[in-house]
Nanobody
Framework: DVQLVESGGGSVQAEGSLKLSCVAS????????MGWFRQAPGKERERVAT????????YMADSVKGRFTITRDKERHALYLEMNSLKSSDTAMYYC?????????????????WGQGTQVTVSS
């Protein structure tokens, strides 16, 4: 079975930093698309950043450009999200997602596997 485990969330002051990690296991597809999504209370799940199977960042939300960086370790099926200059608007549950295809879809519904999420809370 495919399992995704996120870690690295927490509570920080505005302008602080956090680095999220996601490690996937049970993936048989060599170079899957992996991505980060987030969902704040009362809001829809939002795509934050995605990286295709070739290691290219194919999407970064405008709201996080210049502050967040997505990276991956392809050998370990690990995905990271380095978050700097955090704002209160970044407060959300952050989810890692995988699609067993090298290309990355736009919509969350097209990602087959999800982690349990890690909470990020930014206080101003």
């Amino acid at each position: 079975d495919v399992q995704l485990v996120e870690s690295g969330g927490g509570s920080v002051q505005a302008e602080g930093s956090l680095k999220l990690s996601c490690v996937a296991s049970g993936i048989t597809y060599r170079d899957p698309c992996m991505g980060w999504f987030r969902q704040a209370p009362g809001k829809e799940r939002e795509r934050v950043a995605t990286m295709d199977g070739y290691g290219r960042t194919v999407y970064m939300a405008d709201s996080v450009k210049g502050r967040f960086t997505i990276t991956r370790d392809k050998e370990r099926h690990a995905l990271y999200l380095e978050m700097n200059s955090l704002k209160s608007s970044d407060t959300a549950m952050y989810y890692c997602a995988v699609r067993l295809n090298s290309g990355c879809p736009v919509f969350a519904k097209d990602f087959a596997y999800w982690g349990q999420g890690t909470q990020v809370t930014v206080s101003s």
